[in-house]
């Protein structure tokens, strides 16, 4: 069974590389519609969506599908997959060459699989429940990094939410004072990846849906790092804030952040 769900997530997300690559630094005005308040959707999130949703549809037929641009595809069924198919459209839109695919597999509310492909590099990053985390089929883990001080973060800003700009300015102030650098580069779920594979001692975000992290959070923890919301809660399909980082860091920043964020 892993074997077919790596098959189809893989071929699903290159799907969707493809409809990126062929569109990417070539959108029209046109292409491009406002879903809210700095929240835009492209031609491209919807033919990408559309491209993974027939893969799924095709090999695994009984599953359900969670899709940003779409929402359910159906109820009922044990699996349901969780995917943004365009993660980083404001990046895609302006032509910066930063963003991926994000594909989460759950059962009974547990993420058992997820992938994140990066269309420019090639890269992918996957794991599956309780066998470890991979960056092109070698094995990752994160950051061995124990002093924040020492440490690399990485986040993004609420530009969804200007009602939590007063708490992220003061977490963010905190944050930076006491860590080396932190890095805002408009994709949470590569921003999870990278913290997976160590690029990134951290991440931490205050506005975020499932189908930003829940691929992501499956990489990290299989990576031997820990993952939450600011509470210190597990991230479940209502999170909205999500904490990644390696276990020796993970408490400092949890009480950083968490005095910020009641």
């Known amino acids: 069974m892993n074997d077919i769900l790596l098959k189809t997530a893989l071929q699903a997300a290159q799907k969707a590389g493809k409809v990126m690559l062929r569109e990417f630094q070539h959108l029209a005005a046109t292409d491009i519609q406002a879903k809210g308040k700095n929240?835009?959707?492209?031609?491209?999130?919807?033919?990408?969506?559309?491209?993974i949703?027939?893969?799924?549809?095709?090999?695994?037929?009984?599953?359900r599908i969670l899709a940003e641009e779409t929402g359910y595809s159906q109820t009922g069924g044990e699996y349901l997959w969780v995917i943004d198919p365009l993660d980083g459209t404001t990046n895609f839109i302006h032509g910066i060459p930063h963003f991926a695919v994000s594909l989460a597999l759950l059962t009974n509310q547990r993420v058992v699989f997820g992938l994140i492909y990066e269309p420019l590099s090639g890269d992918r990053f996957h794991a599956f429940a309780g066998r470890?985390?991979?960056?092109?089929?070698?094995?990752?883990?994160?950051?061995?990094t124990t002093?924040?001080?020492?440490?690399?973060g990485a986040t993004g800003f609420p530009f969804k939410a200007p009602g939590q700009a007063a708490a992220y300015a003061g977490a963010f102030k905190s944050l930076l004072s006491k860590c080396k650098d932190m890095r805002r580069c408009g994709s949470a779920a590569l921003d999870l990846a990278y913290t997976a594979c160590g690029r990134y001692d951290f991440f931490w975000e205050?506005?975020?849906?499932?189908?930003?992290?829940?691929?992501?959070?499956?990489?990290?923890e299989e990576a031997g790092g820990r993952t939450s919301d600011f509470a210190g809660e597990g991230l479940a399909l209502r999170a909205s804030t999500v904490l990644a980082a390696n276990k020796a860091l993970y408490p400092a920043l949890l009480q950083e952040v968490g005095k910020h964020f009641k």
């Open 206 to 220: 205050a506005h975020l849906l499932p189908w930003d992290f829940m691929a992501g959070k499956l990489i990290v």
């Open 132 to 144: 470890g985390a991979f960056l092109n089929d070698r094995p990752i883990a994160v950051s061995q």
């Open 39 to 51: 929240d835009f959707v492209t031609r491209v999130d919807l033919e990408a969506e559309a491209a």
């Open 147 to 152: 002093i924040l001080a020492a440490s690399l």
């Open 53 to 63: 949703k027939k893969v799924i549809a095709r090999n695994l037929p009984q599953h």
